[in-house]
């Protein structure tokens, strides 16, 4: 089966980023090989801290277990300052690093439930002037400076876009969804104020396709941003969406046959929302994204 996007698909995207009608959405696999996975992060830490279960890859439940046996922001605080207070950056001139390639296109707004700061360096080192908000899940962070704010006026651009973090940032360990507890709060407070997402934001959500970039098909992320804000939206509203994912492997020893199958299933699953899978890493999405780009450019002037 064909693992890749059709011609038509990727027309109606290109039309898309160029009519300022496309969203992309960053989980951690947009930033692979500069930072570890959260997987790698959640056995480092089960082996560190003797965590007694077997769902040893996952962060979330190691993080709970951490907290348990410390306190709430203990792995929120180790995390940051493990992975974060000195991040090594993406090479952004790299044309086709994720971050670079997204930064290149006309997009108002980005998405993101990753902590790092790297889509708005990457916009900075394309000569834009990006503005950082996250998601006030919280009561700690409710009060925090937000140019939605400021000026409620405020509209994203391409020229001055905004990265929307909606897990948290790291300037504000309090603001990370990382355990279990985190995501289920995270879910009730957005499912309870609407707000939370300002609506910029949602009209974001709503107005444009969704390109999701990073993520892989058993992640929570993923998980709860399908379930919580795609299928949600009205059918009739819904524009054709795009997910990056690699290819599903649950055994290293599975067949061929058995993958195409399992890739047969969840590409028709994801369809029914409109969403087409690509399958493969970030990298290699990304270049073919900026050749098409490239060359739509080319033809349409």
């Known amino acids: 089966m064909p693992t890749k996007l059709q011609d038509r698909d990727w ?47 996952n962060l979330a439940r190691v993080a709970t277990y951490l ?3 410390y306190d709430a922001m203990y792995p929120k605080e180790m995390l940051l300052k493990k992975w974060f207070q000195n991040p090594k ?10 971050h670079a390639t997204l930064a290149s296109l006309p997009i108002s707004v980005y998405m993101t439930t990753n902590y790092d700061p790297f889509m708005t360096e990457a916009l900075k080192a394309a000569g834009k002037n990006p503005h950082r ?3 006030r899940w919280n009561n ?16 994203p651009s391409p020229a001055e876009p905004v990265v929307f973090h909606l897990h948290g940032h790291d300037k504000f360990a309090e603001s990370l969804v990382l355990t279990e507890d985190d995501y289920l709060d995270f879910l009730v407070s957005i499912s309870k104020d609407s707000e939370l997402l300002p609506h910029q934001m ?19 992320s993923f998980r709860v941003l399908f379930r919580g804000l795609v299928t ?37 699953y994801f369809e029914q929302s409109d969403i087409r899978v690509y399958w493969g890493t970030a990298q290699e999405f990304m270049t073919e994204l900026r050749t098409r780009w490239e060359a739509f450019k080319s033809n349409n002037g």
């Not at 560190?48 to 040893?56: C, I, K, T």
């Not at 950056?89 to 994720?98: A, G, R, S, W």
């Not at 949602?202 to 929570?220: A, E, I, N, Q």
Request: charged share 20%.
């Open 140 to 155: 700690f962070i409710k009060d925090s400076p937000s140019i939605f704010d400021d000026d409620p006026g405020f509209e």
């Open 11 to 57: 027309d109606v995207l290109m039309g898309r980023i160029r009519a300022g009608k496309c969203t992309p959405f960053l989980g951690a696999g947009a930033a692979h090989g500069v930072l570890p996975l959260g997987s790698q992060i959640a056995r480092d830490w089960a082996k560190e801290f003797g965590y007694p279960l077997e769902d040893a890859g």
């Open 133 to 135: 908000e996250l998601c």
């Open 232 to 268: 949600s939206l009205e059918q009739s509203l819904r524009r054709i969406s795009v997910t990056v994912q690699l290819p599903p492997v649950s055994d290293q020893d599975a067949s061929e046959s058995h993958q195409a199958e399992t890739q047969a299933y969840l590409a028709k």
């Open 67 to 69: 907290a348990v046996q």
């Open 89 to 98: 950056l993406p090479d952004y001139t790299n044309p086709v690093e994720p």
């Open 202 to 220: 949602r009209r974001s959500l709503t107005g444009t396709s969704l390109l999701f970039v990073g993520y892989s098909l058993t992640d929570s």
